[in-house]
């Protein structure tokens, strides 16, 4: 197992020599996830690991939710074995850490060979949650949305708005980007820091929009379906939980619905549980061809929840760029 270094050079990032020239894994921190990762290899590897995923070749439960606090913090298990690679991530949510400057989700991911079992390496798993939610979005945007989608709304203004604009930007050339969120000054900074238009009410922010990102701490819908220009597609990143929304019945009953996992929508998402919703294809079936696009013209919503397998096969293109560097 080779030594590889982070972005900062005086730390080691992959390995450090045990006893009896034993590898014993070692620790990549977030600089080195930062280091390894770019956006057109992690989009191409989330489309493989979903694409395995909905063939049955990853072993994976619905994650393991432990409440530590009703209606907020809670801390997730989430293993997964591949071809590829095995391991765990374990995550927290604590959402009142938005207004306290600090990110509300942590977490750390252990990464295993699944012929030996040994361990590979630990590594930082917060930056790895943020940028393959949003390489997994942009994967199912390629495949869905409009070639010539042009106007891109997102509502909500954190970590997750960020990097779904990153992402997004390389699968489709937007002309305009809007932005809404609850506090203004925040939807007003990002619009200034990106480039984009700050919309005063959600609204504004969505009517003729192509693409729509939902990336909200919202409980209760904050997108209606009568905004929503027909023919759009809607990433939709928050609401989490069996008892939140974000998005209302008529979107959700009258768009074609994408999920990652079709067990983890239906045990953990409000959005489907609540609606009623019919489900039209696991993402990772359209990317197989096991399920045909929908007909063009129809508007789409993408339901992310985040699978152990994105985590997993994440944390090996991190390990493996590391290691080509060393």
Do not use: C
């Not at 305009?176 to 238009?197: K, M, Y």
């Not at 609204?203 to 192509?210: C, I, M, Q, S």
């Not at 990143?237 to 009953?253: F, I, K, Q, S, Y």
């Not at 007909?295 to 390990?319: C, H, M, N, Q, W």
């Amino acid at each position: 197992m080779p030594r590889v270094e982070g972005a900062r050079g005086d730390q080691r990032v992959a390995e450090v020599t045990g006893p009896a020239g034993k590898g014993m894994p070692g620790y990549i921190d977030e600089a080195g996830v930062r280091a390894a990762l770019e956006w057109d290899p992690l989009i191409d590897v989330m489309e493989a690991a979903l694409r395995a995923f909905s063939s049955g070749k990853v072993l994976q439960p619905v994650r393991s939710v432990l409440t530590i606090e009703e209606g907020g913090r809670y801390l997730g298990v989430m293993p997964a074995v591949a071809e590829e690679a095995m391991g765990v991530k374990l995550v927290s949510f604590y959402p009142a850490n938005a207004g306290k400057g600090l990110a509300t989700h942590h977490a750390m991911i252990v990464l295993m060979r699944p012929e030996t079992g040994e361990p590979m390496a630990a590594m930082d798993g917060t930056l790895i949650t943020e940028m393959r939610t949003a390489a997994v979005s942009a994967a199912v945007t390629r495949r869905t949305a409009r070639p010539d989608s042009r106007i891109l709304a997102i509502l909500g203004s954190g970590v997750q708005a960020r990097a779904h604009l990153d992402a997004l930007r390389r699968v489709r050339d937007f002309d305009q980007v809007r932005v809404w969120s609850r506090t203004p000054e925040r939807a007003q900074r990002f619009a200034f820091e990106h480039g984009a238009i700050a919309a005063d009410d959600v609204r504004a922010a969505v009517e003729g929009a192509d693409v729509i990102v939902t990336a909200t701490n919202a409980q209760e819908p904050v997108l209606r379906g009568e905004w929503v220009k027909p023919g759009a597609h809607v990433n939709a990143v928050g609401a989490n939980r069996p008892n939140w929304r974000e998005l209302d019945d008529e979107l959700m009953t009258s768009s074609a619905l994408i999920v990652d996992s079709r067990e983890a929508a239906l045990m953990e998402s409000g959005d489907v549980i609540l609606s009623g919703a019919s489900i039209y294809a696991e993402a990772g079936e359209l990317f197989s061809g096991a399920k045909a696009a929908p007909p063009a013209g129809r508007t789409t919503v993408f339901k992310s929840l985040g699978l152990a397998a994105e985590d997993i096969a994440t944390a090996r293109l991190v390990y493996e760029s590391l290691a080509r560097r060393a």
